[in-house]
């Protein structure tokens, strides 16, 4: 086992935009996805914290040299890069980083494992803003779903867009990613309802037991599931008139709701 | 009356980034806000249909030279400047444009009118995400709120991703800007609600006649309405779990669907 770094080396400051590491976390921050490692980039301490709480491995954490988490990094037994202000401000994509990036291993769950569970199951099909999906996810778990089908075609879970609009749901509940959506047609006795504002009213739908697929924001759900689904649209005062995760955090409270009540 | 400019002059491709009115367009984009002229940026031919749909003077129209809506634009009745893809590329600030802007004047509305409309009030305080702020719109009017609050430090109603997010709501819902909190602390019959994680349960809250302020996605409500508000919260299996537009969208449909089932 060799020695843990002396805390002068934990402060040495990184400089190069050409080191490896810091290219790899770029490339996968401008396009949303994994570095090649096949890390998922957290940008915030908040997420950072909700991942050692959810006992996710932080494999390395880039902190600004004039980050307020400096000495709380330098302390922590987690691996740690220090950045120069530039170099941090050239990797990442938000101010709301306050200066703390974490790279995290994060596997997604089968689909039957989620099916199985209980609660309601989320299906993405095509939800193209990562803010949408990531709200989402964030209302899934809070409503007491199994879990999140991110079908193929949508946006990333690992986009850390997706991760921040999570607020951390990503971390713990469980979800399934680059899934084709006829594997959702035979899910056991789970009813298949589609979100979808010319559906039959959300008061008089079943919502026991239930795939709830969400549809991109401009054409909906996509032919595969919408032909076989049941369509359930909130009623409201226009016609499509509730944002993609406006819609499902609706459906989901009240599927919610009526366990609660009953 | 000047005689309308000839389909020769309407084609004529501006390309100089130094023309006044594309330097106060692009400024207003960059910073989130409305034009030198006091008008708003809308960014997408949906907005600018929704926009005629509803009546509001629209002042200008730019459309990018490679846009499929530029024969239609060309057509019509409105203002017209067509830029350089280049120069349009310059000016907008996101790739769902569809090479369309527009400029329309829009008044808010004074507090008291909105006040006195029947449904919820929703105020906004310190709402930072113009995403959010929009998104809130757009659900207010879909539950039927009476319009929409944007406190002093807000995000701008003007700044045209809160009109993007607001998908045309904005538009048609009355809605007042930079409004002191002090000034809801006596609004007539109203109860004034806070959404907070730590508020008393929704289903216990009594939702008729309110103002359900939003607070900001970091720190909630703030003091001055915070002391005299009923905070409410959307059960939910992890305290802080919800995007401040899910809670908003989840306390105005429950006040929507009581009414109903009353």
Known sequence: MPAAPS??????????SANPLIKS???AVRRGGLTDAGLV????PHLLDE???AKIPVEMTLVSERSKHLEDAVRSKLPLRVLSEKLFAEVASTESTQG????????PAPLDAILARPGPVV????VQDPGNAGTIVRSAEAFGAAGVVFLKGCASPFNPKTMRASAGSLLRLPFAANIPPRLLLDSGDRTLLAADASGGPLPEANLKNIVLAIGSEAHGVGPVLRQAAQAVSVPTRHVESLNAAAAATVILYEAARRTEVR
């Open 7 to 16: 805390e002068t080396a934990r402060r040495a400051v990184l400089t190069s």
């Open 25 to 27: 976390v770029r490339r």
């Open 41 to 44: 980039v957290l940008e915030s």
């Open 51 to 53: 991942a050692v709480a």
């Open 100 to 107: 703390v990036l974490a790279l995290v291993r994060l596997d």
């Open 123 to 126: 299906a993405l099909d095509a």
